[in-house]
């Protein structure tokens, strides 16, 4: 019985240095230093597309996401290397454009190793065009997006 409460307390501090590592716990980090990332309330998912290098056949190196919010007509878009490569990789970029050559927003620096974004652009029944870009650890490029946009 002894054992099973040791194995129990030993899940569950492991379970709360997850949670705390993954910035979920109290005192989360600073923003771009935890793999999180989130365009708040009201934002649904409407697309995810892969980062891509092809080297005769293609390696996905990432996601670029691309959120919708009815309410406000708001996109929102989060790019995000693979689990592997998280803190590891040496850039994070995301870009968006309301279409066609309106509004556009960017978010790219050298010291996103997470992720980046989340960024909006206002285009209720108009058309963005979403493209990310991570570059690995090794340095290579992987680029993604929407090549046609999204309508809303």
Sequence with gaps: MRSIRTKAAVLCAAAALTLAGAGLGAGAAS????????????????????????????????TVTVYYNRSTGKNCAIARPIHAWAGKAKNVSVWMQR????????????????YAGPIYV??????????????????????????????R
């Design 31 to 62: 923003a771009h230093a935890v793999p999180q990332g989130s365009c708040g309330s009201g934002f649904v998912k409407v697309g995810s597309h892969k980062l891509t290098a092809d080297w005769g056949k293609p390696h996905v190196g990432g």
């Design 99 to 114: 279409l066609p050559h309106g509004a556009r927003d960017a978010d790219s620096s050298d010291s996103y190793r997470f």
């Design 122 to 151: 206002s285009a209720r029944h108009k058309c963005i065009r979403v493209f990310a870009q991570v570059k690995s650890p090794q340095g290579e490029i992987y680029v993604g997006g929407t090549p046609r946009g999204y309508c």
